[in-house]
C-alpha cells in the first residue's frame, strides 16, 4: 500500500469503531503502519467483554497493511505512555498521532451529577493532553538529538464544543477545551517539527445516533453524508507531511463538506480609557452588541 502516509507511523485512539476505526483503515490505505488504540468499552465508557482493536487490526492485515493493537487507557499516563512505546517498540518511530477516543453520558445540566462530568472530561481532555504530552516528549527528544521530526498532531473536538449542545454540558465543555488545547499544542510544538490541528466532525456512529436518528440508514444509492468514511480523507491529509505549514486551525467535516473554523477573536470595541460605572458598561455594552455578529445556534435549542 502506498499513498500520501506512505512509510508514517500512526496511532489512532478509540479506532475500534466509528470514525477512529474509518480512520484508521484510511491511513493504512495510503500506506502507513498504525497502531490501533481501543479499550473496548461501551458508549458510556462502562467495560466490555470484545477487543475491536484486535479486529481493526486484522481488517488492515488482510488488506496487504501492517498495524499492531493497544489496548490501554490512555487517559492515564501510564497507559498513554505504553501507546507511544507500543508504536516505538513495533515500528521504532512515530509520526502522526490523532486523538479520537470518547464516549457519552448525555443528562441536562440539573441532572449531571459529578462523576458524569468527570467520566466525559477525563476521556475525552485528559485523552487527549496525555496521549499529546508523551508523543511531544518524544518529538522534543528527537529534535534536540538532531533529528526533526515531520510530526502530525489531529484533535478530535465536535460542534458541540465550537456551539454549545443542550443536554451535553460535559462533552461541550471537553470538545471546547481540546481546541484550546490544540491551539497551544500547535503554539508550543512547532519549535520541534510538530503541527497540531483539529477537526469537529459530523458522521454516523453510535455517539451520534440519537443526533442523526432521521438520517442513520445509509440511502440506497448515491452518496451518505453521515458516513464516517467521508472524515477520514481530511485526517489523514491533516497527518501526512503533505499538510506542511498548516497548524493550529480547527476544520469542520460532515459528508462532502470541509469548512475552516474561525474562533473567537475582538468584535466591535469601544475603550474609555478610565473606569466606567456599572450603568455606563451596560449602555456599551448593549450597543456593541447591536454592532457583533449574533453567535450559531446551540444544537438542540429549537433554533437550529
Not at 502530525?152 to 443536554?167: D, F, Q, Y
Not at 469542520?252 to 463538506?257: A, C, K, Q
Not at 470541509?258 to 450597543?287: C, F, H, N, Y
Request: glycine letters at 14%; one cysteine or more; aromatic letters at 4%.
Amino acid at each position: 500500500m502506498t499513498g500520501v502516509s506512505d512509510g508514517r507511523v500512526v496511532i489512532v485512539t478509540g479506532a475500534g469503531r466509528g470514525l477512529g476505526r474509518a480512520h484508521a483503515l484510511a491511513f493504512a490505505t495510503e500506506g502507513a503502519r498504525v497502531v490501533v488504540n481501543d479499550l473496548g468499552v461501551g458508549l458510556d465508557g462502562t467495560p466490555g467483554a470484545e477487543s475491536p482493536a484486535g479486529r481493526v487490526v486484522e481488517e488492515i492485515r488482510a488488506a496487504g497493511g501492517e498495524a499492531v493493537a493497544h489496548g490501554g487507557d490512555i487517559a492515564t499516563s501510564a497507559g498513554a505512555a505504553s501507546l507511544v512505546a507500543a508504536a516505538l517498540d513495533a515500528y521504532g518511530r512515530l509520526d502522526t498521532l490523532v486523538n479520537n477516543a470518547g464516549f457519552l453520558r448525555d443528562r441536562m445540566l440539573v441532572n449531571l451529577d459529578e462523576d458524569e462530568w468527570d467520566a466525559v472530561v477525563r476521556v475525552h481532555l485528559k485523552g487527549h493532553f496525555l496521549p499529546l504530552r508523551h508523543a511531544a516528549a518524544h518529538w522534543r527528544a528527537e529534535a534536540k538529538a538532531g533529528r526533526t521530526p515531520c510530526a502530525r498532531v489531529v484533535n478530535t473536538s465536535s460542534g458541540a464544543g465550537l456551539l454549545g449542545s443542550v443536554g451535553q454540558g460535559n462533552y461541550s465543555a471537553a470538545k471546547a477545551a481540546i481546541v484550546a488545547l490544540t491551539l497551544v499544542a500547535a503554539a508550543e510544538l512547532g519549535r520541534y517539527g510538530v503541527q497540531v490541528n483539529a477537526i469537529a466532525p459530523a458522521a454516523r456512529t453510535r455517539m451520534t445516533e440519537r443526533t442523526f436518528a432521521g438520517a442513520m440508514a445509509a440511502p440506497a444509492t448515491g452518496f451518505d453524508a453521515m458516513a464516517p468514511e467521508n472524515v477520514s480523507p481530511l485526517v489523514v491529509w491533516l497527518g501526512s507531511a503533505e499538510s506542511a505549514g498548516v497548524t493550529g486551525r480547527v476544520f469542520e467535516t460532515e459528508g462532502g463538506r470541509i469548512s475552516v473554523m474561525e474562533g473567537w477573536r475582538r468584535g466591535p470595541t469601544v475603550d474609555k480609557g478610565a473606569r466606567w460605572t456599572p450603568a455606563e458598561a451596560g449602555q456599551t455594552a448593549l450597543e456593541l452588541l447591536t454592532e457583533a455578529e449574533a453567535p450559531g445556534a446551540v444544537y438542540g435549542d429549537g433554533a437550529d
